[in-house]
C-alpha cells in the first residue's frame, strides 16, 4: 500500500461533467486508474496533490472516500464541485464554504425520522481554516440526495434546514472524513437556480457541463491559496 507524506492533500471530483473540466485544464497530466476511475498527482502552490475522480451519487462518494483515506491518509480532504442553487436566496456563480451537510432523502417510517436524519447530518470543522477566506465564499449548510432538486422539495429543504443549495455527493464524503478524523474542505459553485419551473440545466447536459467548467475553472485556480490556510 502506497503511503505518502501528511503533506498530502486528495482533491475528490464527483460528477463526470466536474472531471472533464478538469481534465481540460490539465491537459498534460496522464492519468493512473482507481477502482473508481482516474486520478493524477501534481504540486499545487507547495503540496503535492491528488485529484482524484471520486464518482457521482452518494455510494460511489462514500466508498471513494473512505478508498482515498485508506490509501494515502492525507492531511486534508478536498471536494470541489458543483450544486444547485433555490432561486431566490443565493446566485449562479456562488462559492459555498460548506460548513454542514444533511443528507435528506431519508424516508424513516419506522421509527424517528428526526433522529435518521441527525445520524447522517455532520457538522465540518473548520476551525484550522482562518479568515479572512483567500476568495469570496458563501459559507452556508448543504443539503445532500441522491436526485437533482425536486421543485416540490424546496420549501420543506428551506423550512427544516434553511438551505440555499442541494447536490449530491458532499453529505456521504463530509460523514466518512469525519469519521477518519480527516479535514475537510468541501466548495460548491452553483451552475443553475431551481424555482418553480425547474432549472434551465435539467434536460439540457450541455448547459451543465458548459456551467460546471466555469466553476471548476473558478475552484482549482483559487485552490493553491485555499492550501495555503493549512498549518
Known amino acids: 500500500m502506497e503511503h505518502c507524506s501528511r503533506e498530502h492533500c486528495i482533491i475528490l471530483i464527483s ?8 481534465r481540460k485544464l490539465f491537459p498534460e497530466e496522464t492519468c493512473l486508474t ?11 502552490g507547495r503540496r503535492r496533490c491528488t485529484f482524484f475522480y471520486a464518482g457521482w451519487g452518494k455510494i460511489a462518494a462514500a466508498a471513494s472516500a473512505q478508498y482515498v ?11 470541489l464541485g458543483t450544486c444547485g442553487g433555490f432561486a431566490g436566496h443565493i446566485e449562479r456563480g456562488e462559492i459555498i464554504l460548506v460548513d454542514k451537510t444533511v443528507v435528506y432523502d431519508i424516508y424513516e417510517q419506522m421509527g ?24 469570496p465564499v458563501r459559507r452556508a449548510l448543504l443539503v445532500s440526495g441522491d436526485r437533482d432538486l425536486l421543485v416540490e422539495d424546496i420549501p420543506i429543504l428551506k423550512k427544516r434546514y434553511a438551505a440555499i443549495a442541494g447536490d449530491w455527493e458532499s453529505g456521504a464524503i463530509a460523514w466518512v472524513a469525519a ?4 479535514r475537510t474542505l468541501i466548495l460548491r459553485g452553483v451552475t443553475d437556480l ?3 419551473q425547474g432549472s434551465p440545466a435539467y434536460g439540457d447536459l450541455e448547459y451543465f457541463e458548459s456551467a460546471a467548467f466555469e466553476i471548476m475553472e473558478k475552484l482549482v485556480r483559487s485552490l493553491p491559496d485555499w492550501l495555503e490556510k493549512l498549518a
Not at 460528477?15 to 478538469?22: L, S
Not at 482507481?34 to 499545487?44: A, D, H, K, Q, V
Request: hydrophobic letters at 40%.
Open 15 to 22: 460528477a463526470t461533467g466536474e472531471w472533464r473540466a478538469v
Open 69 to 79: 483515506i485508506d490509501r494515502w491518509q492525507p492531511d486534508l480532504l478536498v471536494n
Open 112 to 135: 424517528d425520522f428526526d433522529a435518521h436524519i441527525a445520524h447522517f447530518t455532520t457538522q465540518i470543522d473548520l476551525a484550522w481554516l482562518s479568515q479572512p477566506y483567500p476568495t
Open 179 to 182: 469519521r477518519s478524523g480527516i
Open 34 to 44: 482507481s477502482p473508481y476511475g482516474e486520478y493524477f498527482t501534481r504540486l499545487i
Open 194 to 196: 431551481v424555482d418553480s
